[in-house]
């Protein structure tokens, strides 16, 4: 079953997700960045012809082989449903048609849907917005792992198949560690995707249906576009929590690669991010990144020293562990080694003191 994981905890802390506190620094100095902060008109126009070329492909393989269907699944219809799938991430932001009409993107997050399969696209944008919010939250944040993943994916096969089956965990998580009522949008979302399913399967054949619900799961699981899933997050440098990657696939994917740069402006569009490390380059120039998704997850699977477990996690204190932690600082602090905790512990959190051990 290969190498056993070497990590068998998450890596926690008691600081505050640490994107907020950038983007308010950030902004201060560079105020121009606030006019990166509108849609991308053309945004829209490549998720239509996404759509629509996604319905051509439907019929084109409406009586091909399965060995066809196979392939083109994951060689090109995985390519862009997961595309789409990134493009519901952008209009989960409000980046479709900006935040004063918020109706108006989510349905254009159903129509983007459409070729995906699942509906999604709400009840991603429900969970997705608290991952900013609460990013690391023991809690709330539902990117990390289960409980169950980290125990068992722990050797390099199983971390294989943990791979492999990603979309899975990834969809079914969130009803495990955070279940939240289903809301009225959701109900739309599946009462539109579920008839566009069935008219799909009477006028094209079963082929042409299984060739986009294949594609959406064979381009977000072990594929070169999935790689983003474990470099944005999973801790490949001690005390890092967000990583970018700079590389070629940035081009197909909404520049979601520039991952920090993201969290860093959530209401900036993929097209602008860019700009951001441009205009603020001390901000991102002496952080560890990813040049390539293939390499992120060959490490993943093959390195013990990474695996489920290599996340940042925020455990948040009630009262009496909060004044605790106050009292170890002073106590630290009075045998003249604590200033630096202390100092850590105004600013940043307890964390701060070994946060490049």
């Known amino acids: 079953m290969g190498a056993k994981v070497s990590r068998n905890d998450f890596e926690w802390v008691y600081t505050e997700e640490p994107h907020a506190t950038r983007r308010k620094e950030m902004l201060a100095k560079y105020p121009q960045l606030k006019k990166l902060m509108r849609p991308d008109p053309m945004f829209k126009v490549y998720v239509a012809m996404m759509v629509l070329l996604q319905f051509l492909v439907c019929y084109a393989v409406k009586d091909q082989s399965w060995f066809v269907i196979l392939v083109l699944a994951y060689t090109f219809g995985g390519v862009l449903n997961h595309s789409l799938t990134l493009a519901v991430h952008e209009i989960a932001h409000n980046l479709a048609f900006g935040h004063s009409q918020p109706m108006m993107n989510r349905l254009f997050g159903f129509f983007a849907n459409l070729p995906i399969g699942i509906p999604m696209s709400i009840s991603f944008k429900k969970y997705h917005l608290d991952h900013h919010r609460y990013q690391g939250d023991d809690k709330k944040d539902v990117d990390i792992p289960s409980r169950f993943e980290t125990l068992f994916f722990n050797s390099t096969l199983l971390k294989f198949v943990w791979v492999l089956m990603n979309p899975w965990f990834y969809s079914l998580r969130p009803f495990f560690i955070n279940p939240k009522p289903m809301n ?174």
Do not use: C
């Not at 539109?192 to 799909?200: G, R, S």
């Not at 699981?221 to 983003?228: D, R």
């Not at 696939?249 to 860019?274: A, C």
């Open 184 to 357: 009225t949008l959701e109900i739309v979302n599946m009462a539109i995707q579920f008839p566009f399913n069935y008219l799909l399967y009477h006028f094209l054949g079963f082929k042409a249906l299984a060739y986009l619900i294949l594609g959406s799961f064979m381009g977000t699981s072990l594929h070169p576009m999935a790689g983003h899933f474990i470099s944005e997050h999973y801790m490949f440098v001690k005390g890092y929590e967000t990583y970018s990657y700079y590389g070629p696939l940035n081009w197909l994917t909404w520049n979601v690669g520039y991952h920090t740069e993201h969290h860093d402006f959530p209401s900036i569009p993929g097209s602008n991010l860019p700009k951001v490390r441009k205009i603020a380059p001390e901000y991102y120039d002496n952080l560890p990144y990813h040049d390539s998704w293939v390499k992120v997850m060959w490490d993943f699977i093959f390195k013990p020293e990474i695996g489920p477990y290599s996340r940042i996690k925020r455990h948040r204190p009630d009262a009496a562990e909060k004044q605790t932690l106050v009292d170890k600082a002073y106590l630290k602090s009075m045998n003249g080694n604590g200033v630096y905790v202390m100092n850590g512990l105004a600013k940043n959190g307890v964390h701060t003191q070994n946060k490049h051990d």
